[in-house]
């Protein structure tokens, strides 16, 4: 008796529990990542492949770019970033792994009037694990502040602030990042953007992208985004295509 009434607990409890897990918030396909964190105890996996070009001679492409979440608790989640690159310059192509991106999501503040839901985002890139023409001379560390309002039940204001190093000088790049998302239905959700980085000692570029994801279930979604840049020192356009899962 005292098995039959532990097991119906149990199978209550994990009920309740997965009831209570809102569907999966990714921080793809858009340039703003969300200040969402992946659930307890949960291993989320967000990749896809972007194809970009820079110029009338060069393009780049990530053939995957991988994003792996766990998370530890409400305030804290552990993230792994992997990305394979191609990249062309006329007729000569390079490819290989970059370096390997170790870092966490933060919760700062859940959102309450004027204050948005708030993380802190950073990670730091290792040098020596990539390919030999893509590793770099130093760690790496790059960092997000990253907000987000809600204006209604379907539309969403989101914002990120931060900035980030190459491994090769010690000069920061600025980055910032704006965008609206629309709720269409419960599984259909797009968005707008701009966003721009800012070397310290050389121009800032400034971009405009658009995106649709479909969500399958609350746990799977599929993603489909496309941009071009509004500056003439930013990438021409670049399209881009991937899913998102938690297990």
């Not at 760690?139 to 090769?168: C, I």
């Amino acid at each position: 008796m005292r098995i039959k009434l532990l097991l119906f607990l149990f199978f209550q409890t994990a009920i309740v529990t997965a009831q209570q897990i809102e569907p999966i918030q990714a921080d793809r396909p858009d340039q703003t990542e969300t200040p969402y964190l992946v659930p307890t105890g949960m291993l989320q996996v967000e990749t896809g492949f972007s194809f970009q070009k820079n110029d009338a001679f060069s393009n780049t492409n990530a053939l995957p770019s991988t994003l792996w979440k766990y998370g530890l608790n409400e305030n804290f989640e552990l993230r792994l970033i992997t990305t394979f690159t191609s990249e062309n310059n006329q007729n000569e192509t390079i490819s290989g792994i970059n370096p390997i991106l170790i870092g966490c999501k933060i919760k700062i503040s859940d959102e309450k009037g004027f204050v948005p839901k708030t993380s802190f985002i950073g990670h730091f890139s290792i040098p020596k694990l990539a390919s030999k023409n893509f590793q770099s001379e130093y760690y790496a560390p790059r960092f997000r502040f990253v907000m987000q309002h809600s204006l209604s039940n379907k539309t969403t204001l989101s914002y990120n602030l931060g900035a980030e190093w190459d491994g090769f000088s010690a000069e920061p790049t600025f980055i910032y990042t704006l965008t609206t998302g629309f709720s269409v239905t419960n599984k259909i959700g797009f968005y707008i953007e701009s966003f721009g980085f800012a070397p310290q000692k050389d121009s800032a570029n400034h971009s405009f992208d658009g995106g649709i994801t479909y969500l399958i279930n609350d746990n799977f979604m599929l993603d489909v985004s496309s941009g071009f840049g509004i500056t003439k020192n930013a990438p021409k356009n670049y399209f881009a295509i991937g899913f998102s899962f938690r297990i």
